[in-house]
């Protein structure tokens, strides 16, 4: 028996980009947005969103406590930013209230940063930041920041400041006595 001759049959097309078929162009003027550029914009929203909510609902910082030699700073500070001379001298043993005696004017800080408390049985020492700020200059408002120690001793069971910078004083005569 012989075998029908072989037939491959007919040649098959040849596959280019000219047998496919295009996938149909966008229209005029609509472009297909980048899934990744999308989720950098969307990525970028969020952070500043973040961060914006940190800024404002930051709020006043949390009060140390009161019975530490911090504390008492913290809340002598805020008493001479915010003016109050009756409540900072509450702070204040005799010998920081005589060196008035020495010194005119108010205080010239804007914000007091804690650095560092050691204690040592009955004398501790606060290290902080005192901010100053200005709106005047010839370039416009300016900041600077002073480094600064705060000296306390116990007296009766209680932390009182002894000695305090010239720029956290509130004193507004020679020999004032508060």
Not at 21 to 42: F, K, N, T
Not at 45 to 50: E, I, N, P, S
Not at 53 to 58: E, T
Request: with cysteine; charged share 20%.
């Amino acid at each position: 028996m012989s075998q029908p001759p072989y037939d491959p049959g007919p040649p098959a097309a040849p596959q280019n980009d000219k047998t496919r078929v295009p996938e149909p162009a966008p229209a005029p003027g609509h472009r297909r947005p980048d899934r990744v550029l999308l989720g950098i914009v969307a990525a970028i929203a969020v952070l500043v969103a973040v961060a914006l909510a940190v800024v404002f609902l930051r709020g006043e910082p949390q009060p140390l406590d009161e019975a530490s030699p911090a504390g008492v700073v913290q809340r002598y500070s805020k008493a001479v930013i915010d003016a109050d001379p009756a409540a900072a001298d509450a702070y204040l043993t005799d010998n920081a209230r005589s060196r008035c005696a020495n010194y005119y004017g108010g205080a010239q800080a804007s914000r007091v940063v804690l650095v560092s408390t050691t204690e040592r049985g009955e004398t501790a020492t606060v290290k902080i930041s005192i901010v100053h700020s200005s709106a005047e200059g010839p370039f416009g408002p300016s900041e600077f920041a002073e480094d600064a120690v705060v000296v306390l001793v116990k007296v009766a069971g209680k932390w009182m400041i002894n000695e305090l910078p010239y720029s956290l004083q509130t004193c507004t005569g020679p020999g004032v006595k508060k």
